[in-house]
């Protein structure tokens, strides 16, 4: 790991003018490719305290050997020289785009005698007019069916068309007028060459000329009672309508543009491109990249551009690109795509009308590529069993880790305190096994404590779980913090928050150990972790923690952690097992605290529900009236029997107050007797509704 002192430039080295920087590595590859309005400016700011730096920076400046630049005149240049470094040298720091699958082109070969359409995939070549991309290539062919009734272009490969030249008979299509036959001279080059752009033309959008000449040819056709070449006039106009109904209308205006949105995680993101045309979708493809440095939305879209127009002149660049974020700043990036256009190319985010809910539609489908694409991953079984064996070299484990445990814990300044633990079994998630646990063992905020405290909650009831099947029978003299085996930890003695229950109603026992513990943090949180196995006399669980700075691999008594490679399936499977607890953790802590703070005196009272409480308070109009209501009284409400109604005034009684409420900035009394006008779940007044340490009372 290299010092970025040992190779900063010195002072006055660097240029304050437009650039572009690479930093290398101690084997000279290039790591990271960048660009700068001010080169002086943007380098500081890599070469300050390395604990400043985001730990996707730190990592890179501390693998890097090197810097260079290189002076440019705009920024302009400069953006179109980061382009090129990054397609040649694939620095690994930087954003790279990966198409989810090879899409299909419509293609005419422009660059040839006789230009022929036909689908094409991969590189773009010069010359050839390209149109989609398409999802699937039978679409392509489809339209194109369609189409050659109305432009009879060249289809067949070069060896079929010189074939044809040598016998001097067309193929198939030459016979049923779905080709024009120039490969026997029934059309010249030059007409078939104008044939060729017609095609182009219709399929660029500019659909409506060549409608209105079949029509008014058709109509010709029939006022000289040439009936049957207006019937094929007519089902040449049947054919492009239907070619044209293939895309739906969804920008009135016949805008030509592209709208690009974003979807992403701390992780990874997915792209998606619609390419409207005379507004119309004419296309669509979609990317994903891992997000391997800091970065914002703006900068995955000036990335996504770059990618998307870096190799495209003229008309390939719409007048329009719309997206989610502008990049910072917005003006060399649209300088640049004027550039390649060769006119204006106006590059915004859409505010309101057919264009915003059109980028709604493309969002939709970016986040369903980013779901579709975690879920390929996780289902691979192939990538599941290289995830686990790398995860057993990286951590030294005898065998793969099938079932894997992670746990987290979850507050909001040290209130509601709550842990998560996530099961995984063969890498895929184990959902009915998930547990919540509530932190009671103390009150503030300690996560190395709340850890010791659920990982020895968790293995208790595994170990009182094997010793009532007889396989262990050592719990009884296990010392825990003090505590004999045999008497619960506090908060355990009221179960696992959503654990399943057995016949009997009891909650299910923690019967299967994992093979590994996974903890959300850093050393502190895996020392806890084998502390409180430690103390249970387990030695047979391997621990390790997931930190979330540079996600690296802690280990019991060890001083450096393990670094598994950012391209690792290991590595990726333990960040989504640590996500999946964080995610687990956090929904429960919420959902904790809102109920707190919705918690009323009627919330003590056991078995009431919310019909009967929003019922009661129906009937008294407040809680205060309620409290001082008989046992006959509310009895009276609907649903309320005799039992119920001494439990509802015996917890009343309880959470009295000892004296009037008292607003402390007037010192009036506050009356609690005004109705109900909150639409609360409990139905109780504003002053009531709160928890009784809640109420500004004064003694």
């Not at 020289?81 to 930087?94: A, H, Q």
């Not at 699937?136 to 079929?160: E, K, M, N, Q």
């Not at 491109?273 to 994903?288: A, D, E, S």
């Not at 009308?353 to 986040?367: I, S, Y």
Request: charged letters at 30%; a negative charge.
């Amino acid at each position: 790991m290299a010092d970025p002192s040992s190779y900063r430039p010195r002072p006055g080295e660097i240029p304050d003018s437009p650039g572009v920087y690479r930093f290398r590595d101690e084997h000279r590859r290039v790591i990271y490719v960048g660009k700068a309005k001010s080169l002086r400016q943007r380098l500081a700011n890599y070469f300050q305290d390395l604990t400043n730096l985001h730990p996707r920076t730190r990592s890179m400046v501390t693998t890097a050997a090197s810097v260079e630049w290189t002076v440019v005149s705009t920024e302009v240049e400069a953006l179109q020289l980061e382009y090129s470094w990054i397609k040649e040298y694939d620095p690994r720091f930087n954003v790279k785009y990966r198409d989810d699958k090879s899409y299909p082109y419509l293609a005419v070969t422009m660059n040839e005698e006789f230009p022929r359409v036909q689908v094409m995939r991969g590189h773009k070549k010069k010359g050839v007019r390209y149109f989609g991309p398409y999802a699937h290539a039978w679409a392509i062919r489809d339209t194109v069916d369609l189409l050659l009734r109305v432009f009879p272009v060249r289809t067949c490969s070069a060896g079929v068309f010189k074939n044809a030249e040598r016998t001097g008979r067309p193929c198939l299509l030459g016979y049923i007028g779905k080709c024009s036959a120039p490969c026997v001279g029934r059309i010249s080059p030059e007409d078939h060459y104008e044939l060729a752009e017609e095609f182009c033309d219709f399929m660029a959008g500019r659909t409506g000329t060549y409608l209105r000449r079949l029509e008014r040819q058709m109509a010709e056709a029939s006022d000289e009672m040439e009936y049957e070449r207006a019937a094929r006039l007519r089902d040449d106009v049947g054919a492009l309508k239907k070619a044209m109904e293939k895309n739906a209308v969804v920008l009135a205006d016949a805008t030509d543009a592209d709208l690009i949105a974003v979807a992403e995680d701390e992780l990874e993101a997915a792209v998606q491109i619609f390419h409207v045309r005379g507004g119309r979708v004419r296309g669509q493809r979609g990317w994903v990249t891992d997000k391997v440095e800091e970065i914002t939305t703006g900068a995955l879209v000036e990335h996504a551009l770059q990618q998307l127009y870096g190799e495209e002149t003229g008309d390939s660049v719409p007048k329009e690109v719309l997206v989610p974020a502008l990049p910072d700043p917005v003006e060399p990036v649209q300088e640049w795509l004027t550039v390649r256009r060769g006119a204006n190319v106006s590059l915004r985010i859409p505010q309101r009308g057919d264009k915003k809910a059109l980028m709604e539609t493309v969002q939709r489908n970016a986040q369903q590529a980013l779901v579709l694409h975690k879920t390929k991953r996780a289902s691979d079984l192939t990538t599941r069993s290289r995830a686990l064996e790398e995860i057993a070299d990286a951590l030294d484990l005898d065998s793969a880790p099938l079932r894997i445990e992670c746990y987290d814990i979850s507050h909001l300044q040290g209130d509601d305190v709550v842990a998560s633990m996530v099961v995984f079994e063969d890498g895929l998630q184990r959902k009915n096994e998930y547990r919540r646990f509530q932190i009671k063992g103390f009150a503030g905020q300690d996560d190395v404590r709340s850890m010791h405290e659920v990982i020895t909650r968790r293995f208790r009831r595994y170990l009182a779980e094997k010793e009532k099947s007889g396989e262990w029978a050592g719990a009884e003299d296990t010392p825990v913090d003090g505590t004999p085996a045999g008497v619960p930890l506090p908060g355990e003695e009221d179960g696992i928050i959503g654990a399943p229950k057995d016949d009997d109603g009891r909650p299910r026992k923690f019967a299967y150990p994992p093979q590994l513990v996974v903890v959300d943090g850093g050393r502190p949180q895996v020392a806890a972790a084998r502390r409180a196995l430690d103390e249970l006399g387990i030695d047979d669980i391997a621990v390790c923690g997931l930190a979330k700075r540079l996600e690296e691999v802690w280990v019991p008594g060890e001083e450096d952690p393990v670094v598994l490679p950012r391209s690792s399936e290991g590595l990726y499977l333990l960040q989504r097992v640590r996500d999946e607890a964080h995610r687990f953790a956090i929904t429960y802590q919420r959902a904790k605290r809102a109920k707190r703070l919705r918690s009323g005196p009627l919330d003590e009272v056991p078995g009431l529900g919310e019909t009967r409480k929003q019922a009661l308070i129906k009937h008294f109009g407040s809680v205060k009236r309620l409290r001082a209501a008989t046992i006959e009284q509310i009895q009276e409400v609907p649903g309320i029997g005799r039992k119920t109604a001494e439990t509802i005034a015996l917890a009343l009684a309880r959470s009295a107050p000892a004296a009037p409420a008292v607003n402390t900035a007037t010192g009036e009394i506050i009356d609690e007797e005004e109705p109900d006008t909150t639409g609360g779940s409990s139905g109780e007044s504003v002053s009531a509704g709160l928890p009784d340490d809640r109420r500004g009372q004064e003694t």
